[in-house]
């Protein structure tokens, strides 16, 4: 399975519309779509989950196309970065 980054989203959209949006290009695996922590209200972006094939075909037809007024930015999702590491930030230890 390929992750699909879904940026720029309206804050209105739901899932199953993103959903049929991508089912256009092929089965749809998984759509998570990023709330606030604390709030619970939506951030305005997704990962949507299918095959290599179809999510290449996806990317391609809709980056860059409108949903709800808003350009959408969608493209190859990254592996997130791990966070660095405490450390106390003072320097070098001098014994």
């Given amino acids: 399975m390929k992750s699909i980054y879904v ?5 209105t959209a739901s899932e199953d ?4 949006l ?10 998570r779509m990023i709330t606030d ?8 972006f997704a990962f949507v989950r299918m095959s290599p094939s179809d999510a290449d075909s996806a990317i391609e037809a ?13 493209n ?4 997130r970065k791990p966070a660095g590491g405490g450390g106390g ?3 070098p230890r001098r014994f």
């Fill in 22 to 31: 991508f089912a256009e290009y092929g089965e749809v695996n998984e759509v």
């Fill in 7 to 11: 940026g720029n989203l309206p804050f």
């Fill in 37 to 44: 922590r604390e709030t619970g209200r939506p951030r305005g």
């Fill in 89 to 91: 930030g003072r320097g």
């Fill in 62 to 74: 809709l980056n860059g196309t409108e949903m709800g007024g808003r350009t959408l930015r969608i």
């Fill in 17 to 20: 519309e993103v959903r049929d």
């Fill in 76 to 79: 190859e999702a990254q592996d």
